[in-house]
T-cell receptor
């Protein structure tokens, strides 16, 4: 079935620390793994994505890693800042152009 | 560049009343279009998606329906709203299969619906 487990549900860190959010998916045919950031009352914004032929992708302070064998992928945020505070959603997609979303992680970065 | 619009931005409706939410996309042709619902403090639930005019796939049984009368227009409707229909409704678009073969979806600003 279509299922994405996302952990933790909430994460509190101090400014400057790193934050890691992990998602586990069930469908071995999954080939696309995006991460979205949603600030309070706003739309989700795509922040980074990775495809199944790549193990890691980095964009400044944000990185995503993919372990296809274990069927999990993670979002890594380094040197966190208060403006990183938001809800983060992982998702997985297939060639059928559909995304299944995780349950979300509320990240709070304290100054 | 592509732009996606939704209206209204907020809506308060009584139980049993009808609903019509509209989504339009600019700057792309033949997009895949999606309707999601997000309950307060919760994740994103896919309601409907469409790969072309008049083509609608429903993901969950409910009292909502969707229509795509034009290539870049997607409408979410209900004949009689329930209390449980309250939520944040998000429209999204994605590139069609065959063009770049990717799954990025980009969300509209959303409609916040409160059913009383």
């Amino acid at each position: 079935g279509e299922n994405v487990e996302q952990h933790p549900s909430t994460l509190s860190v101090q400014e400057g620390d790193s934050a890691v959010i992990k998602c586990t998916y069930s469908d071995s045919a999954s080939n696309y793994f995006p991460w979205y950031k949603q600030e309070l009352g706003k739309r989700p914004q795509l922040i980074i994505d990775i495809r199944s032929n790549v193990g890691e992708k980095k964009d400044q302070r944000i990185a995503v890693t993919l372990n296809k064998t274990a069927k999990h992928f993670s979002l890594h945020i380094t040197e966190t800042q208060p403006e990183d505070s938001a809800v983060y959603f992982c998702a997985w997609g297939t060639g059928f152009q559909k995304l299944v979303f995780g349950t979300g992680t509320r990240l709070l970065v304290s100054p | 560049s592509q732009t996606i619009h939704q209206w209204p931005a907020t809506l308060v409706q009584p139980v049993g009343s009808p609903l019509s939410l509209e989504c339009t996309v600019e700057g792309t042709s033949n997009p895949n279009l999606y309707w999601y619902r997000q309950a307060a403090g919760r994740g994103l639930q896919l309601l409907f998606y469409s790969v072309g005019i008049g083509q609608i796939s429903s993901e969950v049984p409910q009292n909502l329906s969707a229509s795509r009368p034009q290539d870049r227009q997607f409408i979410l409707s209900s004949k009689k709203l329930l209390l449980s229909d309250s939520g944040f409704y998000l429209c999204a678009w994605g590139s069609p299969m065959g063009e770049k073969i990717n799954n990025e979806q980009f969300f509209g600003p959303g409609t916040r619906l409160t059913v009383l």
